[in-house]
Structures are given as structure tokens and as C-alpha cells.
């Protein structure tokens, strides 16, 4: 019973449950105590030990369930029929004889068992559905029912061919139970697998090709970066307040006491909380880019950076207290909207975005700022206002230039990015949410 207890972990895990060793522990003793008698008990007593939330215990209660309802084959509407004297020949299989004499319950022991030799929990993806369907008819021995078809049809008795219909109608019908079956196994030990191969794929997806129908996806896979990154954070933090251990500085402070670790010192580390500057170009060809790197930076807690954030086309405007107003989400509308924003949505024009900045900003840039610059640089061949760049540098702790077009394309056309290459600290391509992850990680992390 062990093994069936390691298998329903093993779908919980597939439906997204995270579940430790010593849970596993805690679960194998809960039930070699409560025994598998009573199924509402074992199942509220393995909730409490595997299950940690509310939305966990959900996913619990549907997998629980579906783990331990029947495998067993459902009746056809119209049993086969065969004469009584067929059903006594030695040459017949014994999944031949299973299937003439409609022994369900032998049917569900011969798949159980083959999809346990197959190890059908090892199921992940859906391309391999087919292949367990054929492993565990193979172990089922569908073969002995193909030579035991080819045999009756041989024979030129009417029960004989009788026989023979019967037992292909009897395969037709095993096929489809055992396919069904896997089709369950399928979505029971691999749905969080769907999820992490969908996700894979968006998190290494140029942001510019997004559809709307994945925003909404997108959004929790940034949510989970944050949270990972938060709670990064928090840990220095908390590891900051206290100090590393000073090995140094406490053997010599404890000499005295003959090398008993009465007064430890720690080192003092500081933590680095920058103050950001964003400027982004909401034009149309990084408007999506944009728009992840703001939820993005704002989805941080305040304790880890403090931003400032400008927007920019044809000009530029500052769209700090539209995030101090509203949250995340309906900024990000309003912004895409441009609800309020005051920036004229032409052609873009860096110049004029750059000298709005100098005009407005500039002088509050200190040596604590980071100037983080997202956009292509075409700049529709207008002045491309290097010497403001230059000042920024000059001013600011760093200036980092995030381009979502590919190197290879960096000065090609009316792109000015080679110019403002000289004035950047950093320049990386940004155009997918792993890009976009290693910059917030780079920013973020301790001096």
C-alpha cells in the first residue's frame, strides 16, 4: 500500500501540490495508522499532512478523488453473444476468454497491472499517450487476441466466424477502454506539466509577439518571479540586520575565555535599496515590452527599490503617480489607454524625450541612481541628443540600456544605439521575461 500512497503523491505533485520528503514521511505514517478502511478518513488525514492552502486543498480533494475512483470497464449497451461450445477452446488466450465472457473485473486487474509494468505514472507528455496505450495492450496480451482472430476467421464453421466477430468487437472495445484509461492517467499525473511546458515557452517568448489571450498567464509567471526575488531579498535582509559570523574578530575577542564562543562578532553588510529611474518607450513596437518591465519593477516591494518612472513617443511624461494612485493592473490599463499621460503617440523622437528629462529630472539624478533606459533607439533619424545621455552618466550611479531588438540589428537603419552605447554602464537585449528577470536580479542584488 506504500507504493499506492508514493503514487497519489506523485499525481498531487503533477497537479501542482509541492510536497516535501518529510511530508511524504509524515503521510506514509498518518496512513499505516488510520489503515485505507475508511476512505473520507484517510483522505481528511492526508489534506492536513500534504495539503498547505486553500487552493492546495482543492487540488487535494479533485486528485484524491479521481485517484481512487474505478478503473474498471464500462458494459457495452449490446453484450457479444457467442455460442456456449466456442467459449471452451483450449487455444483460446486468456484475454480472449476475458473478452467472450465479459469479465469486466479480470479486464481491470490485467490493465492495472499492465500500466503498473508500463509505469504509466511516469506519464508527461501528451505526445505520449498513444505509446502507453500500446505498452499496456502489449501487457494486457493483445497480440494472443490478434492470433486468436486470425485463427477463428481460418476456420470455416459459422460458429467459428461467429466466434471470430465477436472477439474483434471485443478488441474494438478494449481499445477504447484502455485508451480512455490512459486518457485519465494523462490528466491526473501530468496537468502541472502542461502548465510548466506552456510557461517554459512564454518565458522564452519575444514579448513583442505576445497575444492578448496570454497576458493573463504572463502576469502569474511574473508574479512568480517577484515573489522568488521578495523573498531573495527578505532573506539578505533579515541575514543583513544580524551580520555574518566574523570568525576572525570572535576567536580573538573569546580568547580569553580559552576558546569557549561567549561574545560572537558579526560583520556589517548593507543591503542595496537603489533609486531607479525608468524611462520607457511606449511606442508601438515596445509597447509590450514596456508594459512587463513596469509590472514588473512595481510588483517589488517598496523596501527593495524605489522608483520613478517616465514614459515616452513624440515626448516625454512622468507616470509615477499613476502607480501611486492606482494598482499595478489598472495603471498598466490606464497606461495602455494613455488615459491622462500627456505624451503625444507619433513617431518617436529621443531627442525631444531626452531633453524633456533634462528639463524636468535631470537635477534630481544622484550618485545613488540607476537610469534604466528601455527601448530600440530608432529614433526616425532626429537628433539623437547624446551630450544629455552623457550627463545622465556622468551624474547617475549607472545607466543601463535595455533594447529589445537583437545586437545584430543595433545601429542598422534609424537606430542610434551605437551612439549611446559609449554612455551606457550595461547595454543587453531585453525581449523575453527571462531577459527581463536577470536584469531586475542584477539591479536588485547586494553591492
Known amino acids: ?17 509541492r510536497i516535501s520528503p518529510a511530508e511524504t514521511m509524515d503521510a506514509l505514517k498518518a496512513a499505516s495508522l488510520l489503515g485505507f478502511q475508511e476512505k473520507r478518513t484517510l483522505r481528511d488525514a492526508l489534506s492536513v499532512t500534504l495539503a498547505k492552502s486553500l487552493n492546495e486543498k482543492e487540488i487535494f480533494t479533485d486528485c484524491f478523488e479521481r485517484f481512487f475512483s474505478p478503473d474498471g470497464f464500462f458494459t457495452p449497451d449490446t453484450p457479444p453473444t457467442f455460442p456456449a461450445d466456442a467459449a471452451l477452446d483450449r487455444h483460446d488466450s486468456p484475454l480472449s ?35 502507453y496505450t500500446q505498452r499496456i495492450l502489449r501487457g494486457m496480451g493483445l497480440e494472443g487476441v490478434d492470433r486468436d482472430i486470425v485463427r477463428l476467421f481460418r476456420g470455416e464453421s459459422s460458429t467459428s466466424q461467429q466466434k471470430a466477430e465477436t472477439l474483434k468487437a471485443g478488441k474494438a472495445f478494449l481499445v477504447d477502454q484502455v485508451r480512455d484509461f490512459v486518457e485519465r492517467q494523462y490528466a491526473l499525473y501530468a496537468s502541472s506539466a502542461r502548465e510548466a511546458i506552456m510557461d517554459r515557452y512564454l518565458r522564452d517568448m519575444k514579448l513583442s509577439n505576445l497575444e492578448q489571450r496570454d497576458y493573463e498567464r504572463m502576469h502569474r509567471i511574473i508574479s512568480r518571479m517577484v515573489k522568488s526575488l521578495n523573498d531573495a531579498h ?24 580559552q576558546g569557549l564562543i561567549f561574545a560572537p562578532r558579526w560583520k556589517a553588510k548593507r543591503v542595496d535599496r537603489p533609486d531607479m529611474v525608468v524611462l520607457c518607450d511606449i511606442s508601438r513596437s515596445v509597447e509590450a515590452v514596456s508594459r512587463f518591465m513596469l509590472l514588473f519593477l512595481y510588483s517589488l516591494n517598496e523596501e527593495i527599490a524605489k522608483i520613478r518612472s517616465f514614459v515616452f513617443c513624440s515626448n516625454m511624461a512622468e507616470v509615477s503617480p499613476l502607480f501611486e494612485d492606482y ?5 498598466l490599463v490606464r497606461l495602455q489607454q494613455g488615459t491622462s499621460l500627456g505624451v503625444s503617440l507619433g513617431r518617436t523622437d529621443y531627442g525631444q524625450a531626452f531633453r524633456d528629462f533634462k528639463k524636468t529630472c535631470l537635477e534630481r539624478i544622484g550618485r545613488r541612481t540607476t537610469v534604466l533606459i528601455l527601448g530600440d533607439a530608432r529614433n526616425n533619424y532626429g537628433a539623437p541628443e547624446t551630450g544629455i545621455l552623457s550627463l545622465m552618466n556622468q551624474r547617475a550611479r549607472r545607466v543601463i540600456w535595455l533594447n529589445p531588438e537583437s545586437p545584430a540589428f543595433w545601429g542598422i537603419g534609424d537606430s542610434e544605439m551605437k551612439r549611446y552605447l559609449p554612455f551606457c554602464t550595461l547595454a543587453r537585449e531585453c525581449s523575453s521575461v527571462n531577459h527581463l528577470e536577470r536584469v531586475v536580479g542584477f539591479l536588485i542584488r547586494r553591492p
Request: aromatic content about 8%; overall charge positive; proline content about 0%.
Open 234 to 257: 527578505y532573506r539578505r535582509k533579515r541575514r543583513a540586520r544580524r551580520g555574518i559570523l566574523d570568525l576572525k574578530k570572535t576567536l580573538r575577542e573569546n580568547v580569553a575565555f
Open 97 to 131: 476468454r476475458m473478452l467472450l465472457f465479459g469479465d469486466q473485473g479480470g479486464l481491470s486487474m490485467a490493465m492495472r497491472e499492465a500500466a503498473d509494468e508500463a509505469d504509466i505514472t511516469s506519464i508527461y507528455f501528451f505526445t505520449q499517450k498513444s505509446l
Open 1 to 17: 500500500m506504500e507504493q499506492v500512497l508514493c503514487d497519489l503523491i506523485m499525481a498531487l505533485r503533477g497537479s501542482g501540490v
Open 327 to 331: 494598482g499595478v493592473d489598472e495603471a
